[in-house]
Nanobody, 127 residues
């Protein structure tokens, strides 16, 4: 298992930007594909984006494509989520997660295949 800690959430105005970080400790970070999910009040947790082990492949939910960018730094054991052009509907608790799947050819969208999760960080976008 890998331990994950998110940071960087907060309150931002619509149209603004936020960068989330997720620091990993434990087993080799590069052995995991990393994803971001989010959960708004009263809604199910939903896929946002995933990045493969090497960082060479990324996949995004249609709702964030073109606005959000996932990246990783394996030397720093950290994955990032840059969120631009934020909308009120992006308001949610954002979770990073790790999976031993490669997620390189087809992406990984099902939260059930992610075995490690962070505690979440709140992002609130005001209109």
């Amino acid at each position: 298992q890998v331990q994950l800690v998110e940071s960087g959430g907060g309150l931002v105005q619509a149209g603004g930007s936020v960068r989330l970080s997720c620091a990993a400790s434990g087993r080799t970070f590069s052995s995991y594909a990393m994803g971001w999910f989010r959960q708004a009040p009263g809604k199910e947790r939903e896929f946002v984006t995933v990045i493969s082990r090497s960082g060479g492949s990324t996949y995004y939910a249609d709702s964030v494509k073109g606005r959000f960018t996932i990246s990783r730094d394996n030397a720093k054991n950290t994955v990032y989520l840059q969120m631009n052009s934020l909308k009120p509907e992006d308001t949610a608790v954002y979770y990073c997660a790790a999976t031993v799947y490669y997620c390189s050819a087809y992406g990984c969208y099902d939260p059930r295949i992610f075995g490690s999760w962070g505690q979440g960080t709140q992002v609130t976008v005001s209109s």
